[in-house]
């Protein structure tokens, strides 16, 4: 399980590599959900999705030898 001390040193390790992407509002969806819901825009992060931010934050905890070794990742869309 993810704690919170995780999402913390992940926060820390990406900070100045990721964009910080707006979070967008819409009434008439919270209208239509009967709650507030929060559109995080994450189009307008480096590569336009949000899988920069797990990739970097991944990448960024290798040893010198695993950086060495490489990377391969396979991706039907916009992470590679």
């Given at each position: ?18 964009h910080?992407?707006p ?37 960024s ?20």
């Open positions: 399980m993810v704690s919170i001390d995780d999402i913390r040193g992940a926060a820390e390790r990406i900070k100045g590599e990721a910080r992407t979070v967008h509002t819409s009434h008439a969806v919270d209208a239509h959900c009967g709650a507030s819901v929060f559109f995080k825009a994450e189009n307008f992060q480096r590569v336009g999705a949000f899988k920069f931010r797990g990739g970097f934050n991944a990448l905890q290798f040893t010198p030898e695993q950086r060495k070794a490489g990377v391969l990742t396979y991706s039907s869309g916009n992470h590679a």
